[in-house]
């Protein structure tokens, strides 16, 4: 998936630990593989998967005391293949090292897709599931990313169900400029905690953008308020 594992520090007390990760409205328990300057990777206590998660969406990490740290890692009860995963060397070189591998992307705590990561543009990133087709993702809403171990399919689909195939849509580098082409669109907007709202896109401008819903009012939206957009 990368190309080598990156060598921590020597003396980095973190690692290897055992923590409790505080992210908006959820937390995670987890064991700590490399600490980063933009990015924090750790191995879920839960499903025992590698997860990156950008220094930006973290609201603190408590760590637990050794003892639980050295359990939790030789407890796992993983297969050799799967402790060895590589660790990437920042946020964007692991965007572009897990683009089409099976995974799992979490906006929030309610919000969690599952697909192939497609693309990676200058300030989002393109998402493609079986169940919501293409998303569009920027990178300051994306809480964490976990690949699947090799060989997962997802909702166990064959190839023929869920090819991975290029996409038609026309891509612009910025999410804003990206908004302007899906003009006139219908599209599902993601705003984290609040509810979804849908409708046809309408212009964007210096930063909002705005969309008519089915009753034919119009919502005024700032972009950076978008955690995603389907379409």
Not at 88 to 111: D, F, I, T
Not at 192 to 198: A, R
């Amino acid at each position: 998936m990368f190309g080598g594992r990156l060598t921590l520090e020597a003396g980095n007390s973190w690692f290897g630990r055992s923590v409790m990760i505080q992210l908006d409205g959820w937390e995670m328990e987890a064991t700590v593989e490399a600490r980063l300057k933009d990015m924090l990777v750790v191995r879920e206590r839960a499903k025992g998967r590698i997860v990156y998660i950008p220094w930006h969406q973290v609201r603190g990490v408590k760590a637990y005391p050794s003892a639980d740290g050295a359990a939790m890692a030789s407890g796992s009860g993983l297969a050799e293949a799967h402790k060895a995963e590589i660790v990437p060397n920042g946020y964007r070189a692991m965007l572009q090292g897990v683009k089409g591998s099976y995974s799992e992307v979490r906006l929030s705590r309610l919000h969690v897709l599952h697909g192939y990561l497609a693309g990676v543009m200058n300030d989002f990133s393109i998402f493609c599931t079986p169940l919501h087709g293409a998303v569009l993702i920027p990178m300051h809403h994306l809480q964490a990313l976990s690949p699947y171990f090799p060989g997962t399919a997802p909702y166990r689909l064959g190839q023929e169900q869920f090819p991975l195939r290029p996409l038609t849509l026309g891509l612009a580098r910025n999410f804003e400029q990206q908004l302007e082409r899906l003009e006139g669109e219908m599209a599902v907007i993601c705003r984290g905690g609040l509810p979804d709202c849908s409708g046809v896109v309408g212009p964007s401008k210096d930063g909002m953008m705005t969309m008519t819903e089915a009753d034919g009012q119009e919502i005024l939206l700032p972009v950076s308020a978008i955690h995603a957009l389907f379409i």
